[in-house]
């Protein structure tokens, strides 16, 4: 019989879903369970029955895995960010891996290689970059947190383990200012309110902070008394930027920047290439692990010194860059003009030589390519970054009739890859081999390269 919603059951747990839930079987169904390592048998309550799948709870771990470990965050639940803190790493990079390979297997139909997941050099501590949405705990005082699952309800996280804790600090720091001066979190419900959310970057390499506070105004009260005492305790902040965001809406950063204090930026680098970042800067959140990340990208791309090499999706510049030595021009492709200028001022920081062998165009990256192959422009190498919903049909398109001799392309999405690897297939290109990257320990979430040569 199916199960029913309030059933308790008995349950082994045999493999994990891409979202980290748990997955076993009884009586004919798939039972997701959150908080579930594979080889667990467990108490479980069914929360909600679908037919043919239902999802559980945890109610008591009758025989752990020996995959399983002792949470680490008391906050881990209600927050959800971090769905793997019960599970070992070893497990789950082998786990990543998984989700990788049935996504090219499923999805994209292809037999291509998938290599052992690369561990990031820190499952901890690894973000260079933060945003914790400001409200208030249940005794009416500022706090920053992180929204439960599928909700805008704010858990309070005074030490998010993957924040370095300087930066968990940090954002105390100005809940604690921000309560004694009477400036109020901004109420998504009424519109009232001034602090939405504190931002924050760190340097993985140059140790640099910027502190980014997102309002719902123009002016900051008591900002000088507030930046006075941030960098007198914390030495490592650089700037502080107040970014202004109006409009009644749940995207976290405005379009206007006011720098309070110092120059507006922070520098670090990347891959040896120096680099500055501006609160609108996208930029890898770990960077040891993306790092790792470039360097297989630079060797699946096998660059000779006389190729040309076209960076779509670039960014501010950094893969390509982090190339540039091993190829005889660069050309870097991007949509949002600030990272264009920024990849523009990352290459004029290398030396003259280096800049003389790059250029950055701002425009869609389908628009860019189809240009590209309309004017018989015919790069050697292509390198491709897209973002989560993968390459649009225009871009996959101008990519195969430019011909290149090796396509590498990044994804943060597994999924998307693994659909446009089937659309270079089926257009004369095969896969060569498919490596993840974990960038995101913790987290459901996975990184991959792969690269493909001409069939």
């Not at 793997?84 to 786990?95: G, M």
């Not at 390499?205 to 502190?211: C, L, T, Y």
Request: charged share 20%.
């Amino acid at each position: 019989m199916p199960v029913k919603k309030n059933e308790s059951i008995s349950l082994l747990i045999e493999s994990l879903s891409s979202d980290g839930s748990g997955v076993g079987r009884y009586a004919g169904e798939a039972i997701f369970v959150p908080c579930a390592a594979p080889g667990d048998t467990l108490q479980v309550r069914i929360v909600k029955d679908c037919g043919r799948y239902a999802f559980g709870i945890v109610e008591k771990v009758l025989s752990p895995s020996p995959a399983r470990r002792a949470e680490d965050c008391a906050v881990a639940a209600p927050c959800g960010g971090c769905c793997f803190r019960h599970l070992d790493y070893a497990a789950e990079l082998a786990a990543k891996r998984d989700f990788v390979a049935d996504a090219f297997r499923r999805i994209g139909g292809l037999a291509v290689p998938v290599a052992e997941t690369l561990a990031s050099p820190q499952a901890d501590r690894y973000r260079n970059k933060v945003q914790f949405p400001v409200g208030t705990d249940s005794a009416g005082k500022v706090c920053a947190g992180f929204y439960a699952g599928r909700t805008h309800r704010i858990v309070p996280c005074p030490d998010c383990l993957l924040q370095p804790e300087e930066l968990n600090q940090i954002a105390g720091f100005l809940c604690d200012c921000f309560s004694r001066y009477g400036i109020a979190p901004y109420d998504e419900i009424t519109g009232k309110g001034l602090i939405r959310h504190i931002f924050l970057r760190r340097g993985a390499h140059s140790g640099e902070i910027m502190v980014c506070l997102v309002a719902a105004a123009r002016k900051l009260p008591h900002a000088q008394e507030i930046i006075a005492a941030l960098c007198a305790r914390f030495a490592a902040v650089k700037t502080v930027v107040l970014n202004v965001n109006t409009r009644r809406t749940n995207v976290i950063l405005g379009e206007e920047n006011l720098t309070l204090y110092g120059p507006g930026m922070i520098s670090d680098t990347m891959c040896g290439v120096p680099i500055t970042l501006g609160p609108l800067s996208f930029y890898q959140v770990n960077t040891p692990a993306a790092e790792l990340l470039y360097h297989v990208a630079a060797d699946f791309a096998a660059l000779r010194p006389t190729d040309s090499l076209l960076d779509l999706y670039c960014g501010m510049g950094t893969i390509g860059l982090s190339m540039l030595s091993a190829c005889a021009s660069l050309t870097g492709v991007e949509v949002v003009p600030e990272a264009v200028a920024a990849a523009q001022k990352n290459a004029a920081a290398l030396g003259p030589e280096a800049a003389a062998k790059t250029r950055f165009l701002c425009a869609d990256a389908g628009q860019a390519a189809q240009q590209f192959a309309a004017e018989g422009f015919c790069p050697d190498v292509i390198v491709l970054d897209p973002p989560r919903k993968g390459c649009d049909a225009a871009t996959l398109e101008a990519v195969v009739a430019m011909a290149p001799r090796r396509i590498v392309m990044i994804s943060c999405n597994p999924a998307t890859a693994a659909r446009d690897a089937r659309f270079f297939t089926e257009h004369g290109y095969a896969p060569q081999q498919v490596q993840p990257v974990d960038l995101f320990p913790r987290t459901k979430h996975v990184e991959c390269c792969l690269w493909f040569c001409r069939a």
